[in-house]
C-alpha cells in the first residue's frame, strides 16, 4: 500500500508541475519584489508578469505597482550562474516601457528569432545569432536563471525583480483532479483500517 501510494503521489506531483517543453511552448511567470533584487530592498513594489512563449513568439505582460519612484527602464536579463541567484547582463531590454510611473502593465510580443529584440552584448556573448540566443534565453529560464528587472529613479540598479519560472501554475482542473485522488486515496486507507 505505502509503495502505491508512493507512487501515485509521485505522479499527481509530476502532474501538477510540467517543465517548460523542448519546444519552447509554455506559461512562465516572474514573481518581482524588493526583497529579491540584489542586494535585496525594503520596496512595497511589485509584479506577477506572465510570459508566453510558443514557438518564436514571447509575449509579456507585466502588470506593476507601489513602485517607491518612478520607473527608469525594465528588462529580462541572462544568465546567472545559478538558479535564483547572483546577476546577469541584459538579454532583451523593454525598450517601450512606460517611464516615470510607479505603476502600470506593459505588454509586448517579442519574436526570439528576430536580432534587434536582444541587447547587442547579449546577443554576441551567445553565438551572435537570433537563433543561438534564443536557445539560450530558453534554456535559461527552463533552468531557473533569467530574471525581469525594472528599475527607478530610487534604485538605479532595480528596485524590483523576479526570476522566471519554468513551472506554470497548474490549472483549476488539474489541482480539481489531484484532490479527488487524493480524496479516494484517504478513503482507500481508512477501509483498510476499519
Known amino acids: 500500500m505505502k509503495h502505491s501510494l508512493s507512487i501515485l503521489a509521485l505522479a499527481a506531483a509530476a502532474a501538477c508541475a ?10 512562465i511567470r516572474a514573481v518581482a519584489s524588493g526583497p ?4 535585496p530592498n525594503g520596496s512595497p513594489g511589485s509584479s506577477v508578469a506572465t510570459f508566453d512563449i510558443n514557438g518564436d513568439i514571447m509575449t509579456a ?11 527608469t527602464m525594465a528588462h529580462i536579463h541572462c544568465c546567472t550562474t545559478a538558479a535564483f541567484t547572483g546577476v546577469a547582463p541584459i ?5 517601450d516601457f512606460p517611464l516615470g510611473v ?13 536580432a534587434t529584440i536582444y541587447d547587442p552584448a547579449f546577443l554576441a556573448a551567445f553565438g551572435g545569432t ?56 484517504g478513503m482507500m486507507a481508512r477501509r483498510r483500517k476499519v
Open 61 to 71: 505582460d507585466v502588470p506593476f505597482r507601489d513602485l517607491l519612484a518612478g520607473t
Open 18 to 27: 510540467p517543465a517548460l517543453a523542448q519546444d519552447s511552448a509554455g506559461i
Open 102 to 114: 510607479t505603476s502600470g502593465t506593459y505588454s509586448q510580443s517579442f519574436d526570439l528569432s528576430d
Open 130 to 185: 537570433p537563433a543561438s540566443a534564443g536557445a539560450a534565453l530558453i534554456e535559461a529560464i527552463a533552468s531557473n536563471e533569467a530574471y525581469l528587472n525594472i528599475h527607478t529613479s530610487q534604485y538605479p540598479a532595480g528596485e524590483i525583480r523576479g526570476f522566471l519560472v519554468a513551472a506554470p501554475i497548474p490549472e483549476p482542473a488539474t489541482w480539481g483532479m489531484l484532490g479527488v485522488g487524493l480524496a479516494g486515496l
Open 91 to 95: 538579454a532583451i531590454p523593454f525598450t
Open 36 to 39: 529579491a533584487e540584489s542586494p
